[in-house]
């Protein structure tokens, strides 16, 4: 089995250094004490890379991501660059063409409810107590984010703008194919969410997914357009496993159900290619209000080397073992200060300490 790997670690703006050195801490016990080659490099990347170079991607950045087995990346963006021209914004000028450059098609977000956080869901405890743990499994290369737009903003005349969402049948399929695969490793069960009841590239969502659905008879498939998903979704998550669905109901659906779950300081994120090849994150943003304050929750970045380890490196032991030491910490009742309801939390930095020293105890 392989067990060299290198890491490009980018570790961008806003809480995405402090959370990436909790991150750190994780990297170094599977160095030192799993017998696990890593070699880590860091790059530039965001705000940070256009104050230094002008480009939040610069070259050096991917060409070293290039090299590497996988990236583990913080955040991007803050308000420093929010008044930068549309293209030159970071989250568009960075993390899009990121995705775009690797064919990172597959994007997978976890969302599951803690059993010790189940007081900090905004849901009814008549729901949480069911608890859930829901896969959402969305587009991330294609549809309305890479489609054709344009405006016209020229105010002598009627201002326009538009974005338009197109899929080809095989950028479909290929996310079907990943969708199912996965659902056989778990409740052999998939809820594709279009809106084909009003949307052409839906029509054609729904008709490929059930196509593709033939090649796996033992996975249950259902739809719900979008709307109505979202409302079953909040009524009884727990009923929900894998969910399906394009780049852009999938990044509303995403937070929402990270949301559900009580923080998306919580919630991971990995990205892939058909190679294996990810780009693992945190789903919540640079949360520039809380950084350099020793405030933010790492546990979604260190999570998002429990993904990596599982998709990119298949060492899942290890990665069921941050998970367990993330769930060891929690049922302790140590909690950053996004995920309790009193004033007794601890800093970003003790909660990387507390997780490492439990993972040392894992491997
Ligand atoms: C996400 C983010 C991005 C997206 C933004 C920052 C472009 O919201 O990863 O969900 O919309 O995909
Ligand atoms: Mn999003």
């Known amino acids: 089995m392989k067990n060299n790997f290198c890491i490009a670690v980018l570790p961008g703006d806003g809480i995405g250094p402090e959370v990436m050195q ?3 801490k994780i990297l170094n016990i599977l ?3 799993c017998l696990l080659n ?3 490099m860091e790059y530039d990347i965001g705000g940070i890379a256009i104050d230094k170079y002008g480009v939040a991607l610069p070259q050096k950045t991917l060409l070293g991501c290039q090299k590497s087995d996988a990236i583990l990346l913080g955040s991007i963006g803050g308000p420093k660059w929010q008044s930068l021209p549309d293209k030159q914004q970071p989250e568009r000028s960075a993390l899009l063409p990121l995705r775009k450059h690797f064919n990172l098609f597959v994007n997978i977000r976890p969302s599951i409810l803690h059993p010790e956080l189940k007081n900090l869901s905004p849901l009814h405890s008549r729901i949480t107590r069911f608890g ?3 896969l959402c499994i969305r587009e991330l290369t294609s549809g309305i984010y890479f489609g054709n737009s344009g ?5 002598e005349l009627q201002e326009y703008a538009f974005d338009t969402e197109i899929y080809y049948k095989f950028e479909i399929e290929r996310i079907a194919h990943f969708a199912f695969k996965t659902a056989q490793k778990r409740k052999k069960k998939i809820v594709s969410v279009d809106k084909a009841n009003v949307l052409q590239s839906s029509k054609l969502w729904r008709r490929t997914v059930e196509e593709v659905s033939k090649n796996y008879p033992d996975v249950e498939l259902s739809h719900l357009y979008i709307d109505n998903a979202v409302m079953q979704i909040i009524k009884h998550p727990n009923t929900f496993d894998i969910i399906l669905c394009s780049n852009l109901f999938g990044d509303i659906l995403s937070d929402a159900c990270g949301m559900l779950t009580g923080s998306i300081g919580m919630l991971a994120s990995a990205s892939l290619n058909e190679n294996n090849f990810g780009l693992y994150e945190p789903a919540g943003g640079s949360a520039p209000d809380i950084q350099d304050k020793n405030l933010a929750n ?4 260190i999570l998002s080397i429990a993904l990596m380890l599982r998709y990119s490196m298949n060492l899942h032991e290890l990665s069921d073992a941050i998970y367990s030491s993330v769930n060891t910490a929690l049922k302790q009742g140590y ?3 996004d995920i309790t309801d009193n004033t007794d939390y601890i800093s970003t ?3 990387g300490d507390i997780i490492s020293k439990l993972f040392i105890k894992e491997v």
């Open 298 to 301: 790492p546990i979604a970045q």
């Open 31 to 33: 160095k030192d004490k």
């Open 151 to 155: 405006n016209n903003l020229n105010q």
């Open 335 to 337: 909690r950053t200060f």
């Open 38 to 40: 890593l070699q880590f």
């Open 22 to 24: 909790q991150a750190y």
């Open 132 to 134: 859930f743990e829901i």
């Open 349 to 351: 930095d003790q909660m």
